[in-house]
């Protein structure tokens, strides 16, 4: 009889033997293929399950909305109870499994948020479908947003950034490179587009941590993090591009450590056609770069999706746990698709691989994982397991309680929303725009009536204090000196018509801006 508990290994089905994945090789990635209809969400479920109870946490995207019930026991359902039965599994228990749901929105679970700088721009470049021109300019921004210590944390930011840049074009030619007006257009039209998706949610703090997705439960099981992704699919650039950055994130921040006993995590990527379509080579080739290396830091990567032909070849040849469900050969692609999937498994001399794949039934898969040896097994035609927690998804109301009784509940439900580029950037065109401050003069120039307020002026050094004195009246013998000058004269009949404090105040300030200027 399978052994359902062995810590070691996850029973995935039955077929001429009893076909297990060992969890020390959970983290050499694998493939679940196959036809709409054909099995693919109960096997996936199947792993996560396995995973999860040997203490190993697992990432998923619900894209069609039926793995939240995973939250919940199974059972109900008569053809499981049928496929139990067949593989010896009856009576069978069944059990929900410790489940943490997420959302990019923030309406069915966890809000998800990253910033700006965490993207990066090549990333970002390809969630904004950029051309190369276009691409550069945004590395160009980014740099000049290193270069001045300017935060991007959210998508204003990055618009206020690329005006700054716009604004400033002439002068960072000539140290980074052409920037047009016409390029920043184009740029800001695509965050526009981007914005109306509903994609500024997914920028801004605090960001996620990923910690939180490698979270145990109370009772040693894995955390099974779910990603509400059925309203995300309505964007599939959106979704593709934060699976990438999840992904290149784990990769970044976990340390090596090796071959372990079980994976630290397992990540299932649904739909894994989306992350490679239209997908630059740059982004393609990191991609290859990352499956490849992040075995070394514990991190398992599972790609589910309708056809093989889907996963690039150099992706494809890293994945050592395969599960071929059911291909239709209608077109010549389909049958180019039989045969590449038939090519890809050790052989099996009592099967023949290539029409097995046509012909299998709903939950039927052919399975090869790695034996103990590291070393592909033989193909097998194997009746998958049921699995144990509810097939289907949960409804409103328990979502609702999960996500109340969770350990993250109000850690990332308010948004914050701190000093970063958009408020400098603002700050520092207000700066310019100000009038100069209004400040109060001296008691010694303020006149009779009180204070008298002036702009400031430029403080220069003071010349040896003068003091004058309202002279004493003289008989009109003779006219004034020629030698006296026009303004001189001028001021000294002022001064002799001035009879009050306020008229010598007003004489000691003309004079005394003579006297300085001679």
């Given at each position: 009889m399978a052994d359902l508990n062995a810590p070691d290994r996850i029973f995935v089905g039955k077929g001429e033997l009893d076909t297990y994945l060992l969890a020390k090789f959970g983290n050499r990635h694998g493939l679940v293929a196959g036809a709409t209809?054909?099995?693919?969400?109960?096997?996936?479920?199947?792993?996560?399950?396995?995973?999860?109870?040997?203490?190993?946490?697992?990432?998923?995207?619900?894209?069609?909305?039926?793995?939240?019930?995973?939250?919940?026991?199974?059972?109900?359902?008569?053809?499981?109870?049928?496929?139990?039965?067949?593989?010896?599994?009856?009576?069978?228990?069944?059990?929900?499994?410790?489940?943490?749901?997420?959302?990019?929105?923030?309406?069915?679970?966890?809000?998800?948020?990253t910033t700006v700088s965490e993207m990066g721009p090549l990333l970002l470049a390809r969630l904004l479908d950029l051309n190369d021109v276009q691409e550069g300019v945004l590395n160009l921004a980014f740099k000049v947003a290193d270069d001045s210590g300017l935060l991007l944390l959210d998508l204003k930011d990055l618009r206020a950034l690329l005006v700054h840049v716009g604004e400033r074009a002439d002068e960072l030619t000539l140290e980074y490179g052409n920037v047009?007006?016409?390029?920043?257009?184009?740029?800001?039209?695509?965050?526009?587009?981007?914005?109306?998706?509903?994609?500024?949610?997914?920028?801004?703090?605090?960001?996620?941590?990923?910690?939180?997705?490698?979270?145990?439960?109370?009772?040693?099981?894995?955390?099974?993090n779910i990603l509400a992704a059925d309203q995300l699919m309505t964007n599939p650039r959106l979704y593709a591009t934060f699976l990438l950055w999840l992904l290149a994130e784990l990769f970044e921040d976990l340390p090596e450590?090796?071959?372990?006993?079980?994976?630290?995590?397992?990540?299932?990527?649904?739909?894994?056609?989306?992350?490679?379509?239209?997908?630059?080579?740059?982004?393609?080739?990191?991609?290859?770069?990352?499956?490849?290396?992040i075995r070394s830091k514990g991190v398992g990567v599972y790609f589910v999706t309708q056809n093989p032909l889907d996963v690039p070849d150099p992706v494809l040849g890293q994945l050592g746990n395969r599960f071929q469900h059911a291909l239709r050969a209608f077109t010549p692609r389909d049958q180019k698709a039989v045969k590449t999937a038939a090519e890809t498994f050790r052989v099996n001399p009592n099967l023949d691989t290539e029409q097995a794949i046509m012909e299998l039934g709903v939950g039927e898969a052919l399975v090869s994982c790695l034996d103990p040896k590291g070393i592909p097994e033989i193909v097998q035609r194997v009746l998958i397991r049921p699995p144990a927690s509810r097939l289907g998804p949960c409804t409103p109301e328990e979502r609702a309680a999960v996500v109340a009784a969770g350990p993250l509940r109000g850690k990332y439900e308010q948004e914050i929303d701190r000093v970063s580029?958009?408020?400098?950037?603002?700050?520092?065109?207000?700066?310019?725009?100000?009038?100069?401050?209004?400040?109060?003069?001296?008691?010694?120039?303020?006149?009779?009536?009180?204070?008298?307020?002036?702009?400031?002026?430029?403080?220069?050094?003071?010349?040896?204090?003068?003091?004058?004195?309202?002279?004493?009246?003289?008989?009109?013998?003779?006219?004034?000196?020629?030698?006296?000058?026009?303004?001189?004269?001028?001021?000294?009949?002022?001064?002799?018509?001035?009879?009050s404090q306020l008229g010598r105040s007003l004489v000691r300030g003309i004079l005394g801006s003579i006297f300085k200027g001679r």
């Open positions: 209809g054909t099995g693919k969400t109960v096997t996936l479920q199947v792993l996560a399950e396995g995973f999860s109870a040997r203490g190993v946490p697992v990432f998923l995207a619900d894209v069609k909305g039926d793995l939240s019930g995973m939250c919940q026991p199974g059972g109900g359902k008569p053809k499981l109870e049928e496929r139990a039965a067949q593989i010896g599994l009856s009576p069978y228990l069944y059990h929900g499994c410790p489940v943490t749901f997420w959302d990019l929105f923030g309406r069915q679970g966890h809000p998800v948020r047009s007006a016409t390029t920043i257009g184009a740029i800001q039209r695509s965050l526009l587009s981007l914005e109306q998706q509903g994609a500024e949610a997914f920028f801004g703090e605090p960001a996620l941590d990923l910690v939180d997705f490698m979270r145990v439960a109370p009772d040693g099981r894995g955390m099974i450590v090796g071959d372990l006993d079980k994976p630290k995590l397992v990540f299932f990527f649904d739909e894994a056609h989306l992350l490679f379509t239209d997908a630059p080579k740059a982004l393609v080739d990191k991609v290859e770069q990352v499956v490849r290396l580029a958009y408020e400098t950037l603002r700050g520092r065109a207000e700066a310019k725009l100000a009038p100069p401050p209004i400040v109060a003069s001296p008691p010694s120039e303020a006149g009779a009536g009180g204070i008298v307020t002036t702009r400031p002026r430029p403080q220069t050094p003071r010349r040896e204090r003068i003091e004058y004195e309202e002279p004493e009246p003289k008989p009109r013998k003779a006219p004034a000196r020629r030698s006296d000058s026009v303004m001189e004269s001028l001021a000294k009949g002022v001064a002799r018509s001035a009879g």
